[in-house]
């Protein structure tokens, strides 16, 4: 696990045997109470708005955007209409959907916090009343679940976010400048976030993301040039590895469809079936659909969080030339202060001038300038935000 914990944004990256698994992005230490969507694990306060017997299921209000969800047991009585109530958040707010709630909020909290969580409720608060996690626990447990804390070794760049994990009784933790720099981390998340992945041997691999899943193209592409029997078997082999790889990178969910290239045969059908399976048996709640005689294969992931290029990215709004999605300007404005801060750490001598676009500068400097003051804090008040009229929207340059 490698651990950052930046000025603007705390980031985690899982690797199991030194492939990228997974990434988490929460809030820089101290920004922990911005205001934010409901997180998987938040505890929140709220009021049962209608039951719904068809659904075997609960709205709630929790304060906090469309009423979420609360799915009810085969057996459990149902809540009435208006009573109060403390719920977990099992998954977040996707798609234009309210937030899936647990009743199950107990667990892992200390006794002192369930009766501060109690008293908050019993005061008929409405709303998130749990104490959020220490950004960087929460990388390590939203990121590692499952995982032995014996089998976990973890890298981190600030003293005290360190201290917290091995007092968790992670023990495998050491101190390193820039955890994410020893794996190129950006660069794996830059290839995350694109449409199209190049596999070894020429093939490539396209990936469309949609509300209620992925439809994913393996194109043979320059491997047609390659000779020799099962070309497609080998291929499609390769971009099964890959594919899965990149559905946990990119926190995928929902209906996925691949288009494999056509086996050659029952057999080889057969085979690429069992793979298919094989790879999802790790996966909780994963549902294999089947695989065509020409290569079209389905299966069903849980939708328990944003994927990747929700969190970074928004739909284009009227007026741009294109449809699609456009980095949201926070993620620009954390990617253009860490430029910043690379360029302080690396090159101490030099004072670097961060040239951002006129609505990042007004962002930076209106809502988020506790940014600029950690950066102060750490390196000294050598560096410059300079406010571009000329750069578009969300763009940033660093200059030296």
């Not at 057999?267 to 048996?281: M, P, V």
């Not at 950690?374 to 030296?400: P, V």
Request: proline share 5%; hydrophobic share 40%; with cysteine.
């Amino acid at each position: 696990m490698l651990i950052e914990c930046g000025a603007a944004e705390t980031r985690a990256a899982f690797l199991d045997r030194g492939v990228v698994t997974h990434f988490w992005f929460g809030p820089a230490r101290g920004d922990e109470h911005l205001p934010r969507s409901p997180s998987p694990g938040d505890v929140f306060a709220g009021r049962i708005k209608s039951v719904s017997k068809a659904l075997n299921a609960a709205f709630v209000d929790i304060g906090a955007g469309d009423d979420a969800f609360l799915p009810l047991g085969k057996n459990a009585a149902p809540p009435v209409e208006g009573a109060h109530g403390v719920f977990r958040i099992r998954r977040p707010p996707i798609d234009g959907k309210g937030a899936v709630l647990s009743s199950d909020w107990r667990k892992g909290l200390s006794s002192a916090a369930i009766a501060d969580i109690e008293s908050k409720a019993a005061n008929g608060a409405r709303g998130e009343i749990g104490e959020r996690r220490d950004a960087a626990l929460c990388a390590f447990f939203s990121c590692a679940t499952g995982a032995d804390k014996g089998d976990v070794e973890i890298a981190i760049d600030d003293p005290s976010a360190k201290m917290l994990i091995n007092a968790s009784g992670f023990e495998r933790t050491k101190l390193t400048q820039a955890p994410f720099a020893l794996e190129n981390i950006d660069c794996v998340i830059e290839e995350s976030l694109c449409a199209s992945v190049e596999l070894t041997g020429g093939a490539r691999v396209r990936i469309q993301e949609t509300a209620a899943g992925a439809m994913i193209d393996i194109d043979s592409a320059a491997a047609v040039a390659r000779s020799g029997a099962r070309l497609n078997e080998k291929t499609n082999a390769l971009a099964l590895d890959r594919i899965m790889t990149e559905i946990s990178r990119r926190s995928i969910g929902g209906r996925v469809v691949i288009d494999f290239l056509p086996p050659g045969g029952a057999g080889a059908r057969e085979s690429l079936a069992r793979l298919l399976k094989d790879r999802l048996k790790g996966i909780d709640r994963a549902r294999f659909g089947r695989v065509a005689p020409d290569g079209l294969a389905d299966f069903t992931l849980p939708r328990e969080r944003q994927t990747l290029l929700e969190q970074a990215s928004e739909p284009v709004g009227e007026g741009w030339p294109v449809c699609g999605r456009r980095f949201t300007l926070d993620w620009s404005a954390k990617a253009g202060i860490r430029a910043l801060e690379r360029a302080l750490r690396t090159q101490p001598a030099l004072r670097p001038r961060l040239i951002v676009a006129a609505d990042m500068f007004e962002y930076l400097e209106h809502d988020r300038p506790q940014w600029r003051a950690r950066i102060a804090d750490k390196f000294s008040a050598r560096f410059d935000i300079i406010r571009s009229e000329t750069l578009k929207s969300g763009a940033y340059d660093i200059a030296e």
